[in-house]
């Protein structure tokens, strides 16, 4: 096997533009045979686990054969017929090539074997190219080993046999730095392959500016060579990557509100929580990036890395720094990307779930330079013999590990679609079979139900249906408001639910008896966990409960002096947003999710409030007294609230703690403080700082005259 020797000329390498006996390498062949042969056993695994039955091993796979069908069918990116355009796929090429299998004829089982097929093929092609790129980077012995180490990858087969995304995003990966190693100088292909990467999913949006950003450098480099026309022409070309990307995003824009998808809305740190704290979001995402470094290390359980596995990935990034000189901008972009996605993805609040699927598509990169930093430690060794042992004999043991790990994926694959197929597929054939045809169901996990269920769905998370992310992460209160402001027609007749999250507590809406009693049924979970305890699943318990609105919007009503002039319903982010409403709260961190009481006949939402509350009162008459009446649960020691007027001191207000679930207080503002037609008014805690609080539940604010 010929190896390039530490040699002086190495490092100033010219770029091999043309290596047509590569393809013809058995290598290459052999490499994707192999690959595909791994991805078929964790097929296999998964039929023998579900009695010959094909079955996701993730809920999310049905999200995107949802969509796929929707649009195989006509209906744009709409989950449900007649739906608006929703961004809940977390590919939208992905569900674009779905789409396409639906439409030329993969239905039923098939279209779920499909993408499974299609994954694993993805898969194959992916270890094949790994060769080239390896050979093309520093050697064929290189390119081999790293290639065999992807075909035998325990969570990149997970990944790709899932029939999620994954196969199709490592492809375009591995595809765009071949195309860019290649053709560099001249780049042809490599904006094309970048503009699909930055359309399967945002990790690969990053990764394809980086590299566009690196070919932009690399035609700056060669400008005097290349002429300043063509160099102009080409720079534009390059940069089709970066106007796809923006078109995505302008898509999103237009079609939902929002220039960021459903998923991000709903899963990211930036969102996920009533209150946006900085110190918080750095702690969290901090705390996300040091898992991901664990795992990477080999300290973690997930058998991603053997130990020490990132010293070796960075050996190999600077053993390629030092000597291919060709490379270093395509390198730098790499460095810059990888460390963005981490960084992104570690924004997520299921960053770590998945068997971290989100950064799958990028092991092949990892596995690779990893195989580059073992070949570049071998070069310390003086003699060639003693170079080929310790490169071939490290990773051999390497390979030992890896495939020690894989049969545990294998079971891992299997016993996630049993988890699946025990869950929300058959939540999905009893919701099918049993509930009327017209009828509107919310649930948490919306993929199966959607898919298996004919029946249309909600999304009480958020992903698949626009506008419940933001209610549904403030808390209960907040997304029975959202749902009780739809039409009477559209609202959910029965919810499909499970209490854990995702997703705020179901506890609330039982209590409050807008989920009737007992459930119509209850779903026990009986796929068995992990040796760790875990299921693919979040739940260990799912029911399904008919839906009863007769109560809807009875705590809007409240019996004030005078004529009533304006409504906070605190808890409806419509109504609060409406008022410029923000609690004001005393203690850095704390959150007030929304919740829900009831109380006879009057269910009303509400916010935990430990400090005090602003908003902005509208349709006054100026001059007049102003009567605040508000409802509210008064708890701990302290019952004095200064009202503010425009920042002016109106008095001190007294609300004292009553028994029952909520009372009614009322205050009255002087005429001459209300100058306008809208005021800004705040209650206040009356020592700012010191412990203890005011500590109270409110539930909304009627402003009289």
């Excluded at 402001?485 to 007749?493: F, I, M, N, V, Y």
């Excluded at 419509?574 to 923000?582: I, K, N, Q």
């Amino acid at each position: 096997m010929t190896e390039v020797l530490h040699a002086p000329d190495e490092v100033d390498r010219a770029p091999r533009r043309s290596r047509p006996a590569l393809p013809r390498d058995p290598a290459f062949w052999l490499t994707g045979l192999l690959a595909a042969a791994v991805g078929a056993v964790f097929v296999l695994s998964g039929l023998g686990w579900n009695d010959g039955k094909l079955i996701a091993p993730l809920d999310d796979v049905y999200i995107h054969l949802q969509y796929g069908r929707q649009l195989g069918l006509g209906h744009f990116f709409q989950f449900n017929t007649g739906d608006d355009i929703s961004a809940g796929a977390s590919s939208l090429l992905y569900a674009l090539v779905l789409g396409a299998a639906y439409a030329v004829g993969f239905h039923g089982t098939f279209f779920l074997a499909f993408a499974v097929g299609f994954g694993v093929l993805c898969f194959a092609v992916t270890a094949a190219l790994v060769t080239v790129l390896g050979t093309k980077l520093v050697s064929r012995a290189v390119g081999v080993w790293a290639g065999v180490l992807v075909a035998v990858s325990g969570p990149l087969a997970w990944g790709s046999a899932s029939g999620m995304e994954v196969g199709l995003v490592m492809l375009l990966v591995v595809a765009t730095l071949l195309a860019f190693v290649h053709e560099q100088p001249r780049f042809t292909w490599m904006p094309v392959l970048g503009a699909l990467l930055a359309l399967v999913r945002t990790e690969g949006l990053i990764l394809a500016v980086m590299l566009a950003v690196a070919a932009l450098w690399t035609l700056g480099a060669n400008r005097r060579e290349a002429g300043a026309r063509s160099t102009v022409l080409r720079a534009l070309w390059t940069l089709l990557p970066v106007a796809v990307g923006a078109a995505q995003l302008v898509f999103y824009k237009i079609a939902t509100g929002t220039a960021s998808a459903n998923g991000i809305q709903s899963k990211s740190f930036l969102h996920d929580r009533p209150v946006f704290w900085f110190s918080e979001f750095v702690d969290r995402t901090m705390a996300n990036a040091r898992s991901f470094l664990g795992i990477f290390f080999g300290f973690g359980i997930q058998d991603y890395a053997f130990p020490g596995a990132l010293l070796v990935f960075a050996a190999g990034m600077a053993y390629v720094f030092l000597t291919r000189r060709t490379w270093r901008p395509m390198l730098f972009a790499l460095a810059a990307g990888l460390l963005l996605i981490l960084l992104s993805v570690s924004t997520l609040n299921t960053a770590l779930v998945h068997e971290l699927r989100y950064v799958q598509p990028f092991m092949p990169v990892f596995v690779l330079f990893v195989v580059i930093g073992v070949y570049g430690l071998s070069r310390i060794a003086r003699q060639s013999r003693a170079r080929r042992v310790s490169l071939h004999g490290a990773l051999a043991v390497v390979l030992v590990v890896t495939l020690a790990e894989l049969p545990g994926w294998s079971v891992r694959y299997g016993r996630a679609t049993a988890a699946i197929r025990d869950t929300d597929v058959s939540v999905a054939q009893w919701v099918r079979g049993n509930l009327p045809p017209d009828a509107t169901v919310a649930v948490k996990d919306v993929g199966a139900v959607a898919y298996f269920g004919e029946h249309r769905v909600l999304d009480l998370i958020g992903l698949a249906t626009n506008g419940f992310a933001a209610p549904a992460n403030n808390g209960t209160g907040s997304l029975y408001e959202a749902l009780k402001h739809l039409p009477a027609e559209q609202r959910p007749d029965y919810f499909a639910v499970y209490d854990p999250w995702p997703g705020p507590s179901m506890e609330p809406l039982k209590d409050a008896g807008v989920l009737r009693t007992p459930s119509e049924l209850t779903f026990d979970v009986h796929a068995q966990p992990d040796l760790g305890g875990r299921l693919i699943v979040p739940f260990r318990e799912l029911n399904v409960y008919e839906a009863d609105w007769s109560l809807a919007g009875s705590g809007d009503e409240q019996a004030v002096p005078g004529v009533l002039r304006d409504y906070v319903n605190v808890g409806d982010l419509a109504s609060e947003g409406e008022h410029g409403y923000v609690p004001v709260l005393s203690q850095v961190g704390t959150q007030p999710w929304t919740s829900l009481a009831r109380v006879g006949d009057v269910v009303d939402s509400s916010r935990p409030i430990v400090g005090g509350e602003r908003f902005t009162a509208h349709n006054l008459e100026p001059g007049k007294p102003l009567t605040i009446t508000s409802r509210t649960a008064m708890h701990g020691t302290v019952f004095d609230m200064r009202v503010l007027v425009n920042g002016v001191d109106a008095g001190s207000w007294t609300r004292d703690e009553r028994d029952g679930v909520w009372s009614t207080y009322s205050y009255t503002i002087p005429g001459e403080l209300i100058t306008d037609s809208s005021v800004q008014l705040e209650i206040q805690q009356p020592r700012p700082l010191l412990n203890p609080y005011p500590d109270y539940t409110s539930y909304g604010y009627w402003l009289s005259q």
